[in-house]
């Protein structure tokens, strides 16, 4: 995940917050939920990241043993 990424999605889960506070503190409802679900989406989003992240990175581990076991066959 890129630090951009990070940064747009901590962003807009501190934005979340803000938005809940204030609809909490106004009696809000439409405001607080929407600022659940900018905290959800937010959520979401940076899991989707580390899930793509972590499927690179297996892939890299697959690629490395795969090289490995090719050379030991070629010795």
Not at 15 to 30: N, S, V
Not at 44 to 66: F, P, V, Y
């Amino acid at each position: 995940m890129g630090i951009d990424d990070k940064a747009d999605y901590t962003v807009q889960n501190h934005l979340g917050a803000a938005k809940e506070d204030a609809g909490h503190l106004t009696g809000d409802r439409g405001l607080e939920r929407e600022g659940q679900k900018d905290q959800a989406a937010a959520g979401m989003k940076e899991a989707g990241e580390k899930a793509k992240d972590t499927a690179a990175d297996i892939g890299e581990n697959i690629k490395n043993a795969a090289r490995k076991l090719k050379e030991g066959f070629s010795k």
